[in-house]
C-alpha cells in the first residue's frame, strides 16, 4: 500500500514538472512570436523611411520652375544602370533604376525608343536638335531638361506628352516646329527664347492647362492655331512687330482677359480670337487691312470691339468677321 501511494506521488510529481516546462516552453513560442513580428515592423518602417527619403531627395533635386535648375548628380547618385543604347549618329542615353534617364552625345537627338515610360529625361550639353517625333506620346514624362546648345526642336518633339508639367527652352534656340507642344494637356508653363526667330503651326494647341506662355519678341507672325483650345491661358503679349494673326491663334482661348493687337498688324486670320468669352475690350488697330471669317465670333453684347481709323466694314474684311451680337465702336 505504502508502494503504491509512492508511485503515485512520483507520477504527480513528474506530470507537474512536465506541465511547468510547457508553460514556459509556451511563454517562449509566444515572445519568439512577437519579436519576430516586432522585427518585421520594423524593417518594413525601415524600407518605407528609405523610400521616402529617396521620393524627398528626388523631388528636392527637381523642384524648380526652371527645368535648368535641376541637379542631375543628386537624381543619378548611387543608382543603378538599368539600361544603355544609342539615339542618334552621336547619342547615347543612360537608364537608371529611379526612373531618370540621362542622354550624353552631339548634334541631332532622335527617338531614344526605349524611354517611353521614363519620368524624368536629362538632355545633356553637346545635343543641337530634337528631331521630329523625338518624344511624341512619351505619355509617363513629367520633366525635361533642355541643354543650353540646343537650336531646333522638331515637329512634334513633344506633341500629347500628357503628363508634362513645364518646359524652358533655352536662350539660343532659333526654331520650333509644327505641334512641337501640342496636347500637352497637363503643362501649365512653357517659356520660349526670344532667340526663335521660325515658329509652326499648332505649337501648343489644346494644352488646356497650361496659365502661362510667351511669343518671341522676333516673331512677326503668330502662327495658325497656336494657341488653339488653351482654356487656362490668362494672358499673353503679342510681339510689337507682328504683321499677321493666324487662323485659329487664339480660338477658345476662354479665360484670357486681355488682348493688345499691335499697331502694325495687318492682317486677322479666321476663328482669331473666336470663343474668347471674357476679354471686354479689344481695339482693333488701323493697320489692319484684311480680317477673316468668324475672327470674332461668339463675342456677346458685354462685349466690345473698338475698330480705329475707319466708319464701316472695309470689303476686304469678310462679311461675317464678328458677331452680330457684339458691340463694335467704329472710329474712323
Not at 151 to 170: M, N
Not at 262 to 270: K, M, Q, R, Y
Request: charged share 25%; with cysteine; proline share 3%.
Amino acid at each position: 500500500m505504502k508502494k503504491s501511494n509512492t508511485v503515485k506521488m512520483i507520477a504527480s510529481l513528474v506530470l507537474a514538472a512536465l506541465m511547468t516546462m510547457g508553460a514556459a516552453g509556451c511563454g517562449d513560442s509566444s515572445k519568439t512570436n512577437a519579436d519576430s513580428a516586432s522585427a518585421s515592423t520594423s524593417s518594413a518602417q525601415s524600407n518605407t523611411d528609405e523610400k521616402s527619403t529617396e521620393d524627398q531627395t528626388t523631388s528636392e533635386a527637381r523642384t524648380s520652375d526652371d527645368e535648368s535648375q535641376i541637379n542631375v548628380d543628386e537624381l543619378i547618385a548611387g543608382q543603378k544602370v538599368m539600361e544603355t543604347s544609342s539615339c542618334g549618329d552621336n547619342a547615347t542615353y543612360t537608364l537608371y533604376e529611379n526612373d531618370v534617364a540621362v542622354i550624353e552625345g552631339t548634334g541631332k537627338l532622335t527617338k531614344p525608343y526605349g524611354l517611353n515610360r521614363t519620368k524624368t529625361i536629362i538632355i545633356g550639353e553637346g545635343i543641337t536638335e530634337l528631331d521630329d517625333e523625338c518624344f511624341y506620346r512619351y505619355t509617363w514624362m513629367n520633366t525635361v531638361k533642355l541643354p543650353s546648345t540646343l537650336k531646333k526642336i522638331g515637329k512634334s518633339a513633344f506633341d500629347e506628352c500628357t503628363t508634362l508639367r513645364s518646359v524652358w527652352a533655352p536662350d539660343g534656340v532659333t526654331e520650333i516646329g509644327e505641334r512641337a507642344f501640342a496636347v500637352c494637356s497637363q503643362m501649365v508653363e512653357c517659356r520660349l527664347p526670344d532667340t526663335v526667330t521660325t515658329m509652326g503651326e499648332s505649337v501648343f494647341q489644346a494644352c488646356e492647362d497650361m496659365t502661362k506662355a510667351n511669343l518671341p519678341s522676333k516673331l512677326t507672325t503668330v502662327p495658325a492655331n497656336t494657341f488653339y483650345q488653351c482654356k487656362s491661358l490668362e494672358s499673353i503679349t503679342i510681339p510689337s512687330g507682328a504683321t499677321e494673326i493666324g487662323n485659329g491663334a487664339f480660338n477658345f482661348c476662354s479665360s484670357l482677359e486681355e488682348m493688345v493687337i499691335p499697331a502694325g498688324v495687318t492682317s486677322i486670320g479666321e476663328n482669331a480670337f473666336e470663343y474668347d468669352k471674357r476679354i471686354t475690350n479689344i481695339t482693333i488697330p488701323a493697320s489692319v487691312e484684311k480680317i477673316g471669317k468668324n475672327a470674332f465670333f461668339d463675342w456677346g453684347e458685354s462685349q466690345t470691339i473698338t475698330v480705329e481709323g475707319k466708319s464701316e466694314r472695309p470689303s476686304s474684311w469678310d462679311y461675317k468677321w464678328a458677331d452680330k451680337h457684339t458691340n463694335v465702336v467704329w472710329q474712323g
